[in-house]
């Protein structure tokens, strides 16, 4: 069992740039696939970045790939998501997830979630 732990949320000023981290413990970090989605109100749970168990494959969707970059270091357990230029419209709860695939963006495809982090850009 992997248990996921995200921190670095908070309220922001649009334009600033923000990372959130996650620290896995119960399980071998480094044979996972991690990924990072978020969920706004009343909208659905959207992939935003997911990273190889090395760490030397990314992937992300044509939404996110121009101010997110995702990164792992597996001698902390731990993965990254930087969020350069952020937009109101970025707010939303942020999830970190431990699966099989890196590329996938169906939640269905990860099988740990952590809590999440809120996010909330002011304008």
């Known amino acids: 069992q992997v248990q996921l732990v995200e921190s670095g949320g908070g309220l922001v000023q649009a334009g600033v740039t923000l990372r959130l981290s996650c620290v896995g413990s119960?399980?071998?970090?480094?044979?996972?696939?991690m990924g990072w989605f978020r969920q706004a109100p009343g909208k659905e749970r959207d992939f935003v970045a997911g990273?190889?168990?090395?760490?030397?494959?990314?992937y992300y969707p044509n939404s996110a790939k121009d101010r997110f970059t995702i990164s792992r270091d597996n001698a902390k357990n731990t993965v990254y998501l930087h969020m350069h230029s952020l937009k109101p419209e970025d707010t939303a709860v942020y999830y970190c997830?431990?699966?099989?695939?890196?590329?996938?963006?169906?939640?269905?495809?990860?099988?740990?979630w952590g809590q999440g982090t809120q996010v909330t850009v002011s304008s």
């Open positions: 997830t431990a699966g099989r695939y890196y590329s996938s963006g169906r939640p269905t495809d990860y099988d740990y």
């Open positions: 119960g399980g071998t970090f480094r044979s996972y696939a």
């Open positions: 990273i190889s168990g090395s760490g030397s494959s990314t």
